[in-house]
């Protein structure tokens, strides 16, 4: 039988793991990751553009951006529906 001290110990690891797994779930819907998603996106996607000679690089790099946001948006909602429909 495991020592008070022992289980204790055991439940403090439990606490601090779902402690950084509610962090890491909140980082994940932020509105902070969104916008970093889709400032970085459009950062390299218009200066890969700017790279090759494409005209208005800046400006074609918006589409990519927002179908980027959008898609990184809708993911949850077929999660929920995969999970719903896997169980």
Known sequence: MSSLKELE???????????KVE???AWEISYSRRF????FTYLSV???LKAIGISNPWLNAIVPA???MLSTLILPVFKK????YMK
């Open 66 to 68: 927002i179908a980027f």
């Open 9 to 19: 110990l055991r439940i403090d690891d439990i606490e601090s793991r779902n402690k």
């Open 81 to 84: 529906l995969w999970l719903k």
């Open 23 to 25: 962090q890491d779930k």
């Open 46 to 48: 218009g200066f890969y």
């Open 36 to 39: 970093l998603l889709l400032l």
